[in-house]
């Protein structure tokens, strides 16, 4: 049962253009998202979340726009560099799951994304 | 100001031996929390604890899994009996009180590899 769901496996684009990265969740309580970058050999390094009561947020050349309704966040990255190339997570918490704070995340399988120069 | 700190990196058991994970955390946290990623998966939750106390272990296999935070010294994820299926990527993470406000600080892994 994956409640977080990242169906692309893989992006590529061209420096300078737009990525846009998707993420699904099925889990409806789910209220604060993250966005995790993984180099190879390398921990998840913290990007950028969201709280459930915002539908944007930005930092610099990243933001993340979550939809409710629809249960779909993403992240766009504009403009995309080569350093950039990464396995990009999409994760999730619940207040409720984690006994009134949201330590525990729920991961998706993860986006690798290359950025061509 | 140095991160978490795993160690070792790479990790090779025959099966039915024993793995020990270190994890030390980023100076000032006090919270240690243990993830496992399997090939071609997300990471997963296994466990969540501060000094001398589980708090959640929800994720943790009920058998063969252990994991410690003393007092004095990092916190240990501990494996008996290893099996071809706990190899994985096991990670740390650390943050200075229970809430997410800008995500964990993770460690580099232990790449367990049972042969």
């Avoid at chain 1, 990265?21 to 309580?29: K, Q, R, W």
């Avoid at chain 1, 729920?106 to 950025?115: D, M, P, Q, R, Y």
């Avoid at chain 2, 252990?66 to 740390?92: N, T, W």
Wanted: positive net charge; aromatic residues 12%.
């Amino acid at each position: 049962d994956q409640q977080v769901k990242q169906n692309s496996p893989s992006l590529s684009v061209q420096e300078g253009r737009i990525s846009i990265l998707n993420c699904d969740y099925t889990n409806s309580m789910f209220d604060y998202f993250l966005w995790y970058k993984k180099y190879p050999a390398e921990g998840p390094t913290f990007l950028i979340s969201i709280s459930s009561i915002k539908d944007k947020n930005e930092d610099g050349r990243f933001t993340v726009f979550l939809n409710k309704s629809a249960k779909h966040l993403s992240l766009h990255i504009v403009p995309s560099q080569p350093g950039d190339s990464a396995v990009y997570f999409c994760a999730a918490s619940a207040v409720i799951n984690s006994g009134g704070s949201n330590y525990k995340l729920t991961f998706g399988k993860g986006t690798l994304l290359t950025v061509n120069p | 100001n140095a991160g978490v700190m795993q160690n070792p990196r790479h990790l090779v058991r025959r099966r039915g031996q024993e793995a020990r994970l270190r994890c030390s955390p980023m100076k000032g946290h006090s919270h240690v929390y243990w993830y496992r990623q399997l090939p071609e998966e997300g990471l997963k939750f296994m466990v969540y604890l501060q000094k001398e106390n589980i708090i959640d272990e929800s994720g943790m296999p009920k058998e063969r899994f252990s994991a410690e935070f003393p007092k004095e010294g990092p916190s240990i994820l501990r494996i008996q009996q290893v099996v071809r299926g706990d190899s994985a990527a096991y990670f740390c993470a650390s943050s200075p009180r229970q809430t997410l406000d800008y995500g964990y600080t993770f460690g580099s892994g232990t790449r367990l590899t049972v042969v």
